[in-house]
């Protein structure tokens, strides 16, 4: 079954305290992606992947680091988390033939 | 700055009734449509694309899109209850892999 997964699904944290959200898929797809979703501001693009050690920001990377050394793993990394970033998270992962999107079950991170 | 606006509703419908769901996009180039269900605290779900000028039509759901009037549609017939959710836009560019989302619009069907 093509998947995207998403670890952990709830976070708390406290401001400043690094923390990594992993986002894997099976799907061989050499695109990857991480939106945060707010209320009211809708679905807001991250960064993304085109490829093994190809990144690139989205529209609010501001905060955020990436990386992708393997095919399948796209990990999210907040190296010093503000309240701010308290949002839902989502890692996506479309095929290439038809650019719609596979997205992981989210990730809910509060940042107290 | 591509953008693609919805209105965010509440849109409410009774149950059995056409609901219609109608999304704008700025970027004359986009070249791919599609319209996400997304239910609270869920993960967006795929439920229609649509590439080419006209109508789509897969069980209840119909997109239609309008290049010309950079304008694109979702109706849903027989409205049920469980179709009350969150109806996300998105839009990609030519030779892009990025989406682009309107912010959605939340659809209440009344039973």
């Known amino acids: 079954e093509a998947q995207v997964t998403q670890n952990p699904r709830y976070l708390i944290t406290v401001t400043g305290k690094k923390l990594t959200v992993t986002c894997s898929q099976n799907?061989?797809?050499?695109?990857m992606s991480w939106y945060r979703q707010d209320p009211g501001l809708g679905l807001r693009q991250i960064y993304y992947s085109m490829n093994v050690e190809v990144t690139d920001k989205g529209d609010v990377p501001e905060g955020y680091k990436v990386s992708r050394k393997e095919k399948r793993n796209f990990p999210l990394i907040l190296e010093s988390p503000s309240p701010n970033q308290t949002s839902l998270y989502f890692c996506a992962s479309p095929p290439f033939y038809d650019g719609s999107a596979n997205f992981g079950a989210g990730t809910r991170l509060s940042v107290l | 700055q591509k953008e693609v606006e919805q209105n965010s509703g509440p849109l409410s419908v009774p149950e059995g009734a056409i609901a219609s769901l109608n999304c704008t996009y700025s970027?004359?180039?986009?070249?791919?449509f599609f319209w996400y269900r997304q239910y609270s605290g869920k993960s967006p779900e795929l439920i229609m694309s649509i590439y080419s000028n006209g109508d789509k039509e897969d069980g209840r759901f119909t997109a239609q899109l309008n290049k010309a009037s950079q304008y694109v549609s979702l109706l849903i017939r027989d409205s049920q209850p469980s179709d009350s959710a969150t109806y996300l836009c998105?839009?990609?560019?030519?030779?892009?892999?990025?989406?682009?989302f309107g912010k959605g619009t939340k659809l209440s069907v009344i039973p």
């Open positions: 799907m061989n797809h050499e695109y």
């Open positions: 998105a839009v990609r560019g030519a030779g892009s892999y990025q989406l682009t």
């Open positions: 970027d004359r180039g986009s070249q791919s």
